[in-house]
Each structure stands twice: as C-alpha cells, then as structure tokens.
C-alpha cells in the first residue's frame, strides 16, 4: 500500500447522490480537490484529456485541478455517488529530520477503475453509508462518513487479492511483502522466506525493485525504521523496548542501524523530538 495513507488525514466537503437523465452534461465545477465518481448504474462518457467509457461498477478519481466533462448515454442515464474531500499527509523528512504536515497533491490512484464481485458490492456499501451519513447538523454523522471514506480509500489502493493471480512468482512477491509488513516485529530472513515460496532469492529481488524500487531487505529496514521513528516520536518506552517491538534482537544493534539511516542515536532523536513538541 501506498506509504502516505497512514499518514493522511481526510476532510469531507461535499456528497452526492447523483440521478441523471437523458441528454444529461455536466462539467466539474468545483477542482480544487479530490474527487470521487462510484458510477452503480447506467453509461456515460467522462473527457479529461481523453474520453473514457463509464458505466457500473467504475470508480472514476479526478485529482485537483483535472478539468472534467460528464456526459450520460441516452439508452441508459448514468447513476453515481460523489465524494469531494480535502487530504492532507504527515510524514518524517529525513533532510529536515522532523515531521511536517502538507496538502497531498494527488492520491496514486488510476483515473478510473472497473470492480467487480465482491470488490464492487464493498464500495457500493460504503458510498452507500457515506452519504446516508452525511448529516452535518446531526452529532456524530460527519465523523462516521470519514470513517467510510478513510475505507473507501483503503480499499481502492489495495493491491488486488492474491489467489486472482496466476504468476507463482507475483503470488510470492505479495505473500513475503505481507509477511514483512505484518511480522516485521519478528527475526525474518529474506533468504529463508524465498526459499519457502519456491522463488529464488535474485528473483525476489528483482521484483520487489520493480514494484517497490527497494530490495527485500531494504523494505524490511524501512518498515523497522517508520516503526521506530513514530515509538520514539510519541511514546516514552524505552529504547531497548522500542528496539524489541522493532525486530532488533538488541539495542546495540538497533542503535547502530537507527543512526546508519537517521544521522543519530535514537536517543537524540527522542530529544530532540521531545524537545521540537514543547515549542509548538
């Protein structure tokens, strides 16, 4: 997935639940954000910069700034719900070795994407409670439509399932990249995790630098690393415990890699970033 989602906060400004008509046209009128199409029924034409073909089951995303001409079929008038939102990322700057706070200019999402099955009967759920929701005067109702929309994202970066794969080596790249996601607070050996999906290591290698353009090994130290920044940044445990959550079998060995990537010891950063949280 993609690495700014956990760190993005997501502000809604505006839902819809669009029924369109014969002869119907529309243009985006309002691009100064994001913008979610979920076409549930009917055919149209969406032009960008190209004319793309929409219909049911279609996910259609529009960045801020892309002009956007609609257009629905006459034989078959288009139905969508439409999500305008705000995102904005936190991440840690390596150069400026602190956390900053920005606008997110475009989520790594297609222009626009067909579900179907299962997929597509979950984001016709959500889009469905998003808007039924969205109440703003009533308590609690805008809160639970960011809870649907935090999903709807969540679930339209996710990579597709493994088992619709019929390339053994793309099932074993998914399945070790899931393993060092989730079980990176563990000894892992890249070697070893190979070995047992039945790919060669220079392989694996070789994929995860195509898809991720980060060795194995590489992914592994820096899931380790965002993991330790963010205990260091916002908890008080100590760094042999934050060392341990972290899948370093010692401080020592932590420390050393902690201050290969970062420039310090974890125990200036901490300060550091204790120091920084005092001043704001």
């Keep these: 997935m993609t690495n700014y989602l956990n760190g993005m906060t997501v502000h809604l400004l505006w839902l819809a639940n669009k029924i369109t008509f014969?002869?119907?046209?529309?243009?985006?009128?309002?691009?100064?954000?994001?913008?979610?199409?979920?076409?549930?029924?009917?055919?149209?034409?969406?032009?960008?910069?190209?004319?793309?073909?929409?219909?049911?089951?279609?996910?259609?995303?529009?960045?801020?700034?892309?002009?956007?001409?609609?257009?629905?079929?006459?034989?078959?008038?288009?139905v969508m719900m439409i999500a305008r939102f705000e995102c904005i990322v936190s991440r840690y700057s390596e150069p400026e070795r602190t956390w900053i706070t920005e606008p997110l200019e475009r989520l790594g999402l297609p222009y626009?994407?067909?579900?179907?099955?299962?997929?597509?009967?979950?984001?016709?759920?959500?889009?469905?409670?998003?808007?039924?929701?969205?109440?703003?005067?009533?308590?609690?109702?805008?809160?639970?439509?960011?809870?649907?929309?935090?999903?709807?994202?969540?679930?339209?970066?996710?990579?597709?399932?493994?088992?619709?794969?019929?390339?053994?080596?793309?099932?074993?790249f998914q399945q070790i990249k899931t393993i060092l996601e989730e079980q990176f607070h563990t000894p892992l050996q890249v070697y070893e995790l190979a070995i047992k999906h039945s790919v060669s290591p220079s392989y694996l290698r070789k994929m995860f630098k195509i898809r991720l353009g980060l060795s194995p090994k590489a992914y592994l130290e820096k899931i380790r690393n965002d993991h330790a920044i963010r205990c260091l940044s916002y908890s008080d445990a100590p760094v042999r415990?934050?060392?341990?959550?972290?899948?370093?079998g010692d401080e020592f060995q932590f420390s050393k890699a902690f201050k290969k990537t970062n420039g310090c010891t974890p125990t200036a950063f901490r300060a550091r970033q204790t120091a920084r949280l005092q001043t704001t």
């Excluded at 415990?241 to 370093?248: D, F, H, K, L, N």
């Design 112 to 172: 626009l994407r067909l579900y179907e099955g299962e997929r597509a009967m979950k984001f016709n759920r959500l889009f469905e409670e998003l808007v039924r929701n969205w109440v703003p005067t009533r308590e609690g109702g805008a809160l639970l439509s960011k809870s649907r929309l935090l999903e709807i994202l969540e679930l339209a970066h996710r990579e597709d399932p493994v088992e619709q794969s019929d390339d053994p080596a793309l099932r074993a």
């Design 22 to 78: 014969k002869g119907w046209q529309d243009i985006r009128q309002t691009k100064g954000n994001h913008t979610f199409y979920w076409v549930y029924g009917g055919e149209g034409i969406f032009r960008t910069d190209q004319t793309h073909l929409v219909g049911k089951g279609m996910l259609v995303y529009m960045p801020p700034g892309q002009e956007l001409h609609m257009q629905s079929s006459n034989d078959d008038p288009l």
């Design 241 to 248: 415990i934050v060392a341990m959550s972290c899948g370093y």
